[in-house]
C-alpha cells in the first residue's frame, strides 16, 4: 500500500512541477502584453488567451501538488485551534463532500472534452487556438487530484486507527 500512496504523491509533484514551468511564461506574456497595450497602443490577442491557457494548464495540474503538500485553504480559524489527530478526523468526515466534486467536476469535464474533440472545438477568436486539449487538462488535473485525495484519506484512516504514528500533512 505504502508504494501506491508514494507513486500518487510522485504523479502529483511530477504533474505539479511541470505545471509550475509555465509560470514564468505566463508572467513574461502579462509583461509583454502590457508593454504592447499600454506603451505601444497595440494590444494582441493570443496573448491574452495565452495567458489564460497556461494559467489554467498550471492550475489544474498543480492542484494535487498542493493537496499532496497540505497547502489546500482551509478554515485556518478551526483549523489551527484543533489537534493533528482532529484534523485527520475533519477530513475524514468530509472526504465524501470532496469526493462527490471531484468525481462531478470529473465527468462533467469528461462530457465537454469529449464533445470538443468530436468537434474539434476551437475558441472562435481570429487566432481561434483549438481547445479541445485545455479540456483533457482540467479532467486530467481532477483525477490527479481524486488520487491524491485518496491517498490522503488512506493516510489519515491509519493515522487515526494508529497503524501508522506519522501524522498526516495538514
Not at 9 to 36: N, Q, T
Request: net charge positive; proline share 5%.
Amino acid at each position: 500500500m505504502e508504494k501506491l500512496l508514494r507513486v500518487i504523491d510522485r504523479l502529483s509533484i511530477f504533474f505539479g512541477k511541470a505545471g509550475s514551468f509555465l509560470i514564468p511564461l505566463v508572467a513574461g506574456f502579462v509583461i509583454y502584453e502590457v508593454f504592447m497595450r499600454y506603451f505601444l497602443r497595440l494590444p494582441t490577442l493570443w496573448v491574452s488567451e495565452s495567458i489564460a491557457m497556461g494559467c489554467l494548464i498550471f492550475y489544474f495540474l498543480s492542484s494535487a501538488w498542493v493537496l499532496q503538500a497540505g497547502r489546500h485553504a482551509k478554515i485556518e480559524a478551526l483549523y489551527d485551534r484543533v489537534s493533528i489527530r482532529r484534523r485527520a478526523i475533519l477530513d475524514v468526515g468530509t472526504f465524501f463532500f470532496f469526493a462527490l466534486y471531484v468525481v462531478v467536476m470529473f465527468y462533467a469535464g469528461a462530457a465537454f472534452f469529449w464533445d470538443s474533440l468530436k468537434v474539434q472545438e476551437t475558441s472562435g477568436s481570429p487566432w481561434n487556438p483549438p481547445i479541445y486539449p485545455l479540456k483533457f487538462i482540467i479532467i486530467l488535473g481532477f483525477f490527479l487530484l481524486f488520487l491524491q485525495g485518496m491517498a490522503k484519506l488512506i493516510r489519515d484512516l491509519r493515522f487515526l486507527l494508529k497503524r501508522d504514528p506519522n501524522a498526516p500533512k495538514h
